[in-house]
């Protein structure tokens, strides 16, 4: 078996000489410093590796629960996040469970993913996919919009269990995060900077319209990009453009329908408005004293 060549006088049970004289020189420099000074040091240095290791844990390990977690400052920030699409509700959104930090695959897997409705209750953020606008489904009594089912099943099959990035952007009227979201490969190692634009590889299979609203977001490649991706699609009928363009968008069939519910709420509200406080006499004069109070004074 071969020696390891210790420097001389290391067998004898005592350390070389010039690891003697390191840390003689070490020891007389701290005893130099100031006892205030150097609890004041050892304080800031201890202050400063529990704040940064903090923040650190924040950003890159701190997993966000549900949108109650998303504070304003998190959304000022427009954090990229890394997750998985538990549940897929509509064709332009879904529910995502954020997977920070590492541990969530092989062959270094120590966290699970739920993979039951009772486990992820409250667990999961509900994202809006930004810049663009789905089929309807059938909400509160409405019908269903044409292509609304192949549009989610579409969607369905691209990102349901698959690991996804998201930047959070905004919270819209039905407090879902809005996101730019994109595809990466499977691989080893996912990265937002290899990822594909969801929003424009949906507008590209003709499943979706540009969204155009107030407050709409289009992210690095800008509503032009997704415009012109739209018409493309078009002129290729494909996905809801297979029989031409004149069937319905998305926001004109939302149009319409509120339109409708504003002419039946007013008319709702006409009848409830008519009058009820008199009634008329023989000779075509209204009776304003009416009930039992108008006769006791009647009389």
Same mark, same amino acid.
């Given at each position: 078996?071969?020696? +390891?060549?210790?420097?001389?006088?290391?067998? /004898?049970?005592?350390?070389?000489?010039?690891?003697?004289?390191?840390?003689?020189?070490?020891?007389?420099?701290?005893?130099?410093?100031?006892?205030? !000074?150097?609890?004041?040091?050892?304080?800031?240095?201890?202050?400063?590796?529990?704040?940064?290791?903090?923040?650190?844990?924040?950003?890159?390990?701190?997993? *966000?629960?549900?949108?109650?977690?998303?504070?304003?400052? !998190?959304?000022?920030?427009?954090?990229?996040?890394?997750?998985?699409?538990?549940?897929?509700?509509?064709?332009?959104?879904?529910?995502?469970?954020?997977?920070?930090?590492?541990?969530?695959?092989?062959? +270094?897997?120590?966290?699970?993913?739920?993979?039951?409705?009772?486990?992820?209750?409250?667990?999961?953020?509900? +994202?809006? +996919?930004?810049?663009?606008?789905?089929?309807?489904?059938?909400?509160?009594?409405?019908?269903?919009?044409?292509?609304?089912?192949?549009?989610?099943?579409?969607?369905?099959?691209?990102?349901?269990?698959?690991?996804?990035?998201?930047? *959070?952007?905004?919270?819209?009227?039905?407090?879902?995060?809005?996101?730019?979201?994109? *595809?990466?490969?499977?691989?080893?190692?996912?990265?937002?900077?290899?990822? /594909?634009?969801?929003?424009?590889?949906? *507008?590209?299979?003709?499943?979706?319209?540009?969204?155009?609203?107030?407050?709409?977001?289009?992210?690095?490649?800008?509503?032009?990009?997704?415009?012109?991706?739209?018409?493309?699609?078009?002129?290729?009928?494909?996905?809801?453009?297979?029989?031409?363009?004149?069937?319905?968008?998305?926001?004109?069939?939302?149009?319409?329908?509120?339109?409708?519910?504003?002419?039946?709420?007013?008319?709702? !509200?006409?009848?409830?408005?008519?009058?009820?406080?008199?009634?008329?006499?023989?000779?075509?004069?209204?009776?304003?004293?009416?009930?039992?109070?108008?006769?006791?004074?009647?009389?």
């Amino acid at each position: 078996m071969p020696v +390891i060549p210790w420097p001389a006088g290391w067998n /004898k049970g005592e350390p070389p000489e010039e690891i003697q004289g390191l840390v003689s020189r070490a020891q007389a420099k701290l005893n130099a410093i100031p006892a205030p !000074v150097l609890a004041l040091s050892a304080f800031a240095l201890g202050s400063i590796t529990t704040v940064s290791g903090t923040l650190f844990y924040r950003r890159y390990f701190r997993r *966000l629960q549900n949108g109650d977690w998303v504070t304003p400052d !998190v959304l000022a920030k427009k954090r990229w996040v890394k997750g998985r699409v538990t549940s897929v509700g509509d064709s332009d959104n879904f529910r995502f469970y954020h997977t920070p930090g590492f541990g969530w695959r092989w062959p +270094i897997k120590f966290r699970i993913i739920p993979s039951t409705a009772k486990d992820l209750k409250d667990k999961t953020l509900h +994202i809006r +996919i930004a810049g663009v606008d789905a089929p309807e489904a059938a909400h509160f009594g409405k019908p269903a919009q044409p292509y609304s089912e192949e549009s989610l099943a579409w969607l369905r099959q691209e990102i349901l269990g698959k690991t996804v990035y998201c930047q *959070l952007l905004r919270r819209d009227q039905y407090s879902r995060i809005v996101r730019t979201l994109l *595809l990466t490969e499977e691989t080893f190692i996912y990265h937002w900077a290899s990822g /594909k634009s969801l929003s424009l590889e949906m *507008l590209k299979a003709g499943w979706v319209t540009t969204y155009e609203q107030a407050g709409a977001e289009y992210g690095k490649w800008g509503k032009e990009e997704f415009i012109r991706v739209e018409n493309a699609a078009k002129a290729a009928r494909r996905g809801m453009w297979a029989k031409g363009t004149t069937a319905e968008s998305p926001s004109e069939y939302k149009r319409r329908h509120a339109q409708a519910d504003s002419a039946d709420t007013t008319r709702v !509200v006409d009848k409830r408005a008519a009058p009820t406080s008199g009634k008329a006499t023989s000779n075509g004069k209204t009776n304003e004293k009416t009930g039992w109070l108008g006769r006791l004074f009647s009389k």
